[in-house]
């Protein structure tokens, strides 16, 4: 099991939380999803046999939040 | 096509709003109004319809959804300005939410810059700039006038004034001069040092605060964890409220009213943002708490334990008094520090510095057979002669009668003083007391605590009882516990837990890590270097010092109550909307603003919080 943190630009509105730790629990592979909302970042723990780190980056940019950098 | 920021798109669509208005209330609904009221929400509402569409493709539904849903579902009957006007109040309301919030985060964003950007490096018979994360151990890092010292690390030469506010929250700058620590992220004011660097960069005390104070911004309450699945189910039930009013009523407008106000945002951003509000004011003035929680824990506490030595006291003992029988002060004194400098106990510190002072300088002896007896004291040769030196239970041990002693041992410890008697097989030579001085601020936070509030104050320590009883006294305690051994500590602390319902435990961390771990709620007296403490607290009083102690817990009351507001408005600004737009009293526009200004009052409520100390303050002077 991998763990992964993501860097988004500011997340402003209380309804993103619901809507990118929704997107990423439905996304096969990942164990657990967390929104950190003052600190605008996305922890993750995820498989990495079945998903990769820039493909679930890629999910959250196409869900419509920029993703600054994961570490 | 065209590409406009937040802020672009709301004044564009204001004016499109504004224009529509008159031509409205002018013309009617003319075609050219209608035309200009479908641009208003194609403008204003482009971003919500794309992230709709990214949402749904995941098969979510969030706010954007329901909004693109509503307005659509406006448009569809004809209802032009509602459309209009939901979309741009959604614009708007986004906009002004980002633009505070930012501003209540700005409090801990403004402690992060505080982080070293560069770090000036003797390295090859030269100075060289590098960043801070490339500065070697041991390397000699310069630091000039208003520059921030990049290292944690020990003065090697020069002279500064620095302004510690970025590990102490203590603003008044501090001398600075070789022999002395400094800290990364601390600034020199004027004057210059040379710092020889002992930690650098995530292993520095400032970016372990650092590394804390993000953890803990995000780290949930109770509360916010229950809101947070009360929406997740809140949201879907009023969803399907709105289909069933529309198979009921038939009443499409109303349907769709309600979908605009399904999503109870001012609640489920209502404790996060007056945690991240009260963190950041804590962290500002030097007081670490570890989440939202933390605060809830602490703003309900009505007991607290302190630790003596370090906590209520300096943690320096000092020898305070030498009473000799038939030898001289400082014979008996370099004697026993002879012996006393194989020890690590404070206690011996203190006299082999007193023994230092007094002569002048480094005392001369070879002490043999040195024996630590812990608990008691020591023993050992010293030119042919068995020295020994403890306290009664030593001479207890030895079969010696020390009752004639009784009395005077007896008198000094009602004064807060520990006494270590020293003899030889000829009998007692003379008597060392030691005392710890009490901080100067202890018995004033006594006193403020009291006013909050806290009405059971008691004191645990390993020390004797009447020493230990002497120091309650001047501090104004409601009881002490003394002779304790770690282990007894956290039997008292559960047993005083059970009586006041929770209790906070106060102490440096050290050897009060078990207390501190089995309170409810673990206070440490941190800062420099004291990084085991840092860790297992659930506050940390940065200062080095526990004057703060009721700042934070004034703090924690106005975060708790802070969110109690704001949960209680939240709940009823969704109860009076559903109620509303039920009655038909609340149309999709109104809705739309009452939810926006609800979630900007939330914001700006916990705004208030940022500011707490600067109120209270200007009161008590």
Redesign the interface.
Known sequence: MSHMTFQLETVSCPSCINKIEGMLSKTKGIQRAEVRFNTSRVRVEFDGNIVSSSGIGAKIEKLGYRVLSGM | MLKWNQKQTVQISALLIAVSFVLMKWLGNEPVTIALMLTTSAVAGVSIF??AI??L????I???TLVTLAVIGAIAIGEYWEAAAVTFLFTLG?YL??RT??RT?SSIRALMDLAPDIARVRRDGGETVVSPEEVRLGEVVIVKPGEKIPVDGTVIEGNAYVNQAAVTGEALPLSRKAGEMVFSGTIIESGYLLVSAERVGNNTTFARIMHLV?EA??NKAKAQKFL?SF??YY?PAIMLLAALLLIVTRDVHLALTILVIS?P?AL??ST??S??AGIGNGAKHGILFKGGEVMEKLGAVRAIAFDKTGTLTEGKPTVTKVTTYGIDELTLLRHTAIGEAYSEHPLAAAIVAEARLRNGGPIQGMAEQVRIITGQGISFLYQGRAYYVGNRKLFAHKGWNTEEYEAYLQSEEQQGQTVIMVGTEAGILGMISIADTVRSGAAKLVTRLRAQGISNMTMLTGDNGRAAQAIAGTTGLDACYSELLPEDKVHILKRLAHRHGSIAMVGDGVNDAPALASADLGIAIGGAGKDVAMETADVVLMGGDIDKLSYAVGLSRAAARNIKQNISFALLVVGLLLTGVLLQTVDMSIGMLIHEGS?LLVILNAMRLSRYGRITNKRET
Do not use: S
Not at chain 2, 57 to 60: D, Q, T, W
């Open positions: 794309k992230k990214a949402a493709r995941y098969r979510i969030g706010i954007d986004n939410e980002a919030l930012e985060r993000e911004q995000d947070e929406a997740r949201t999503c945002g489920v951003i996060p943002i945690i991240v979630v």
